[in-house]
């Protein structure tokens, strides 16, 4: 039953997201922008976000990296990055790949042009001081974040995986970060699953204990993408070019120089402790990988997870929302994941 409602909340979310016609909420009207500079410089217009996992791209405007491209970086707010693209609002937008997958088959006008810079699960479950075991979970409140989405899928795997099952558990949506964060440290649910810097921190100031880390239940679960509408896809590609270039050099450059980009990264993050900081990037740096190409197995692997969890009905051709043509063949490597968790 909770596995239809889920779905149901998220359909019902998404519908609302394609439906929208006009502004979402953006900071600055992008209505009638040609993409282009007063100076003819190109626009690549992303997502406002300080979340910490975003940051590398600010750092990479700030070492000029984009300026190499002839692009000029705005950051603009939107309620929803599938509506953005699909409307013009942003040049690019990251985020999950199955929901993404579902939003292109449901007929939003959009595709996947490239991984992110890390695509495999970057979750890890928490709980609150007490827990010492899967088994204590029984019968507690996890959050999941939001309902259908793949941080709900790792949380189910997870405690499948170590003989909890999820029908024994309360599962309830209590958002992401800072939220998330809030819901376990004022007892609002006895574990949850999150991001980084979240999990260190707890660590840090004794306010939770890690259980689990997504990426070594579900190792070939494709979780993070680049989407871009098909009107730039059509009418821009070298911008989409030169844009993946910028972007893979960023996190490139911040992975290979922790010297220079933690500190930087710890002043961004002010209010983190900053030991935080600097266990989050140690905990997550093995999938930290930076190579842009989307593999094939990993995205049917993903269905067939989505389809088993009953949050997608049946396969579909992932492969016609799917458009690599864009991405800088410098950064591409081999596909490696993680031994999986036995």
């Not at 679960?221 to 960023?250: Q, W």
């Not at 929302?321 to 490696?336: G, L, N, S």
């Amino acid at each position: 039953m909770f596995k239809k409602r889920s779905l149901a909340v998220f359909a019902g979310a998404l519908a609302l997201a394609l439906a929208a016609t006009g502004c979402s909420g953006t900071v600055e009207s992008l209505a009638g922008d040609s993409g282009s500079s007063s100076d003819g410089r190109s626009v690549l217009t992303l997502q406002d976000s300080t979340s910490y996992t975003q940051l590398p791209i600010r750092f990479g405007v700030e070492k000029g990296f984009f300026d190499e491209e002839d692009l000029d970086v705005k950051f603009t707010q939107v309620q929803d990055a599938v509506t953005g693209v699909a409307t013009g609002e942003l040049t690019l937008a990251f985020g999950p790949t199955s929901n993404y997958l579902r939003g292109a088959e449901k007929g939003a006008p959009i595709k996947i042009v490239s991984s992110a810079f890390r695509s495999k699960g970057p979750f890890f479950l928490i709980a609150r001081p007490g827990i010492k075991s899967f088994a204590d979970l029984r019968g507690k409140t996890i959050g999941i974040a939001t309902a259908g989405s793949s941080m709900e899928t790792y949380t189910r795997k997870i405690l499948s995986a170590n003989g909890v099952d999820p029908d024994d558990v309360s599962f309830i949506a209590n958002g992401v970060n800072e939220q998330a964060y809030g819901t376990l440290t004022s007892g609002q649910v006895d574990a949850t699953i999150i991001h980084q810097p979240f999990p260190a921190l707890g660590e840090l100031q004794g306010k939770s204990v890690t259980l689990a880390r997504g990426w070594d239940y579900l190792p070939t679960y494709h979780t993070g993408v680049l989407i871009a509408g098909n009107n730039v896809i059509d009418n821009d590609p070298d911008l989409l070019r030169r844009s993946l270039r910028a972007y893979f050099k960023a996190y490139t450059y911040a992975k290979e120089h922790y010297d220079e980009y933690l500190p930087w990264l710890k002043s961004k993050l002010g209010t983190i402790d900053p030991k935080a900081v600097e266990l989050a990037l140690r905990q997550e740096d093995d999938i930290w990988d930076n190579n842009p190409a989307v593999d094939p197995v990993a995205i049917r692997d993903t269905q067939d997870i989505e389809i088993e969890m009953g949050l997608q009905d049946g396969p579909y051709d992932a492969g016609k929302y799917i458009d690599t043509q864009f991405i800088p063949q410098e950064y591409v490597k081999d596909f490696t994941y993680p031994r999986p968790a036995r």
